[in-house]
Nanobody, 122 residues
Framework: TQRLMESGGGSVQAGGSLKLACVAS??????MGWFRQAPGKERERVAF????????AYADSVKGRFTISQDIAKNTVYLQMNNLKPEDTATYYC?????????????????WGQGTQVTVSS
């Protein structure tokens, strides 16, 4: 059984930082990452890491501000979010699947976490 446990969401002022964590258990996949969904908007890609190496992929909107990393021994992926903006406000979902291309995880057979809320105030 796949299980993804997220933590680290919260509220912060613009310019602040948060670090999300996602602990994975169950079947092994080679891609982990984060999507986010704001109210009234579609779920969008944020950042991904190829768990068998170091390749990463980021949405243009977060490049230079967010960093994805992993601790293989702990089966954990992190998302360090710096210089947060109000438009980063969303529910952030951890995901695990198969690496597809430079955009990160394929949506086919993807598994989702429950989501964690990030709120950035101006």
């Amino acid at each position: 059984t796949q299980r993804l446990m997220e933590s680290g969401g919260g509220s912060v002022q613009a310019g602040g930082s948060l670090k999300l964590a996602c602990v994975a258990s169950g079947y092994i996949r080679n891609c982990m990452g984060w999507f986010r969904q704001a109210p009234g908007k579609e779920r969008e890609r944020v950042a991904f890491i190829y768990t068998n190496g170091t390749t990463t992929a980021y949405a243009d909107s977060v490049k230079g501000r967010f960093t994805i990393s992993q601790d293989i021994a702990k089966n954990t992926v992190y998302l360090q979010m710096n210089n947060l903006k109000p438009e980063d406000t969303a529910t952030y979902y951890c995901a695990r699947g198969w690496w597809a291309d430079r955009n990160g995880c394929s949506l086919e057979s993807i598994h989702w976490g429950q989501g964690t809320q990030v709120t950035v105030s101006s």
